[in-house]
């Protein structure tokens, strides 16, 4: 399994940085569209707002342009000259990621035992109660983190498939960024959308034809995901208020970052299912 995440790594990482030396070839181009983009602007500001002045307006926002792209280049320049310690750096994450991912597994694997083990450490009088929280934490989490990926990767080639089919150039990185962030409840589209706005400016086409492509195909993927595959996959498994849901993942990114955000959501279901059920097992001797 090692091998063969190892291997997609690899390759990934190695498509990335051709991505964005293409990318980084065409920030000219990028500059030139974004000027003609303001200097359309500026006509349409001064047709329907005679008194105003368009040209100040105009210089400002080009020599900001060019002040962002110039930055965008170097910083490109200055990731490549750094290559070996960002991709070190990658693999540690990943690494950290993976070795928290197969923790989870094996404790999942050998749920029986810990069931067991608790049991006999707990008086007689709970061995009911643990019974009852293992078998059903260890089924929501499984079922949980299974549904999550499966969703993830489903989301990820369906908007893979359509952006290719409406020929966005950069299907291929922007799908496999959609099906990642989708791990990320609520947040999760909005990161796809916003990445594919900013790869909107390196495409040969008019800025807003790009723009309706990303925007018609990603919020078309994930209006079938609430409706159809996160239903079907995931079930009612988890069922949080949305103001809840934002404060997790705030609390889960502060403490443990992106991994956070991806762990928060299940922990605090699962802390929320215990709690609850040890409330009901206590309540009846409390009246």
Request: charged content about 15%; overall charge positive.
């Amino acid at each position: 399994i090692f091998s063969v995440v190892t291997i997609l790594l690899i390759v990934f990482v190695d498509f990335t940085v051709k991505e964005m030396l293409v990318l980084q070839s065409k920030l000219p181009y990028v500059s030139g569209k974004v000027e003609s983009i303001i200097g359309e602007y500026s006509l349409k500001v001064e047709k329907y707002f005679p008194n105003s002045n368009p040209v100040k307006l105009e210089s400002m926002l080009l020599e900001n342009t060019q002040k962002f792209t110039a930055e965008i280049s170097k910083s490109i320049v200055g990731m490549f000259s750094n290559i070996v310690n960002w991709i070190s750096s990658a693999a540690g994450s990943m690494m950290n990621i993976l070795i928290v991912l197969f923790s989870l597994f094996y404790m999942l694997k050998d749920w029986k035992k810990i069931k067991e083990t608790v049991k006999d450490i707990a008086p007689a009088s709970y061995h009911g109660l643990v019974e009852k929280l293992a078998s059903s934490v260890g089924f929501q989490i499984n079922r949980y983190i299974r549904g999550q990926i499966i969703v993830a990767s489903t989301v990820g080639v369906i908007a893979m498939l359509g952006l290719y089919f409406l020929g966005f150039e950069y299907y291929f990185i922007l799908g496999v960024i959609t099906g990642l962030s989708n791990l990320i409840p609520v947040i999760g589209p909005f990161i796809g959308i916003g990445v594919g706005t900013v790869l909107s400016l390196f495409i040969h086409e008019p800025f807003i034809y790009g723009v309706l492509k990303v925007m018609g195909v990603l919020l078309s993927v994930q209006l079938l995901d609430n409706i159809l595959i996160s239903p079907l996959i995931i079930g009612k498994a988890v069922k949080i208020h949305p103001v809840t849901v934002l404060i997790v993942l705030s609390f889960g990114w502060y403490f443990l970052g992106i991994l956070g955000m991806l762990i928060s959501i299940p922990f605090y279901t699962t802390m929320k299912f215990v709690a609850v059920e040890i409330y009901s097992f206590h309540m009846p001797k409390l009246r």
